[in-house]
T-cell receptor, first 112, second 114 residues
Framework: QKEVEQNSGPLSVPEGAIASLNCTYS??????FFWYRQYSGKSPELIMS????GDKEDGRFTAQLNKASQYVSLLIRDSQPSDSATYLC????????????FGSGTRLLVRP | SQTIHQWPATLVQPVGSPLSLECTVE??????LYWYRQAAGRGLQLLFY??????ISSEVPQNLSASRPQDRQFILSSKKLLLSDSGFYLC?????????????FGSGTQLSVL
């Protein structure tokens, strides 16, 4: 079992729709969770962090965390073509907060 | 504000040649520094991390090494490159904020070993 799992996609949504990206993790000791956006050929960019169960909203982005189910998700409302990118889920290891483990990413395509 | 510089942006090297990638951070002191590698279509693999000058931890056995000669400088090296060393290399920094790490990445180096 991979430490952080994501569906590779592509996830295709029409412009204006809600995109839902999901991530599961295996380390029950993990405390910090992050979503990064990566455009093709570019470096990842941090867009959301979440540490407690529940929802955290920032503009059009909402991160959701359920530690009991070891599940974290990212919702993008009013999706725009500029949101088309690969979204990486990252989780810190329960034994050390120095190390982030990344999923392989979900590719999102927003159709105009 | 903090910035991270990584160079070169692209590099094509023959098998067996040496490698040196450099990364520097500005605007912060005593950052944690990281080297990640991303193979085509894959996630990020942590290669090395450093919490201070001369302190290097390696995550996976490999053909690469890292050094931190100064507080805000991190270098990735190899004596002899292998084909399998090809990938997108990313330097990152963070400051431990008590609730885990927020990583901020440099622009990356696309390395092709031929």
């Amino acid at each position: 079992q991979k430490e952080v799992e994501q569906n590779s996609g592509p996830l295709s949504v029409p412009e204006g729709a809600i995109a839902s990206l999901n991530c599961t993790y295996s380390d029950r000791g993990s405390q910090s969770f992050f979503w990064y956006r990566q455009y093709s050929g570019k470096s990842p960019e941090l867009i959301m962090s979440i540490y407690s169960n529940g929802d955290k909203e920032d503009g059009r982005f909402t991160a959701q965390l359920n530690k009991a189910s070891q599940y974290v998700s990212l919702l993008i409302r009013d999706s725009q073509p500029s949101d088309s990118a690969t979204y990486l889920c990252a989780v810190n290891r329960g034994d050390s907060s120095y190390k982030l483990i990344f999923g392989s990413g979900t590719r999102l395509l927003v159709r105009p | 504000s903090q910035t991270i510089h990584q160079w070169p942006a692209t590099l094509v090297q023959p098998v067996g040649s040496p490698l040196s990638l450099e990364c520097t951070v500005e605007g912060t002191s005593n950052p944690n520094l990281y080297w990640y590698r991303q193979a085509a279509g894959r996630g990020l693999q942590l290669l090395f991390y450093s919490v201070g000058i001369g302190q290097i931890s390696s995550e996976v056995p490999q053909n690469l090494s890292a050094s931190r000669p100064q507080d805000r400088q991190f270098i990735l090296s190899s004596k002899k490159l292998l084909l399998s060393d090809s990938g997108f290399y990313l330097c990152a920094w963070s400051v431990l904020g008590g609730r885990g790490e927020k990583l901020f990445f440099g622009s990356g180096t696309q390395l092709s070993v031929l």
